[in-house]
């Protein structure tokens, strides 16, 4: 997904998700520069939302805030049906090179669930459903433009 504005350095954002069924919420932002920052969860929240949960990324006490202008920044939601480790995740994608999905799919390869397994739904924001009858992770990635 890509924004369909720019923004400017110091905008502040959040991002808002529900869910119709129990799953882990992984959130963390990367630059060119693949340096990534974790978004969600912090250490006073956990990864899993419960059936129909509505939650916001960072939290509710805290904004994103874009940065560095004229370098596309990326947010990558982890959806999956598995606890991850994180940091453990961040650091083997920040010893890899090319795109994010790329060294995504080198990381996490099989544990991904097959695009054809999962149905986007063209509305404003971001909708899908998923069937994983193979894989357990659907990322999302949101390349956010900036000026």
């Known amino acids: 997904y890509e924004t369909t504005q720019t923004y400017q350095a110091g905008t502040l954002f959040k991002m808002y998700l529900s869910n119709t069924e129990p799953i882990y919420i992984y959130a963390f932002s ?19 939302l419960y059936q129909n949960m509505n939650t916001t990324l960072p939290d509710e006490n805290h904004y994103i805030q874009i940065d560095n202008p004229h370098v596309t920044d990326y947010i990558c939601v982890l959806y999956s049906k ?15 090179e090319g795109k ?5 799919q080198r990381v996490l390869g099989s544990k991904l669930i097959p695009i054809q397994q999962i149905n986007f739904q063209e509305i404003t924001g971001i909708k899908f459903t998923a069937r994983a009858d193979k894989g357990s992770i659907l990322p ?3 390349a956010i433009k900036k000026k």
């Open 30 to 48: 990367t630059d060119l520069t693949d340096k990534s920052h974790l978004i969600f969860p912090s250490e006073q929240k956990s990864p899993l």
């Open 82 to 96: 598995e606890r991850l480790h994180l940091p453990s995740l961040l650091e083997q994608l920040s010893g890899l």
């Open 100 to 104: 994010l999905m790329d060294r995504i």
């Open 140 to 142: 999302i990635i949101v």
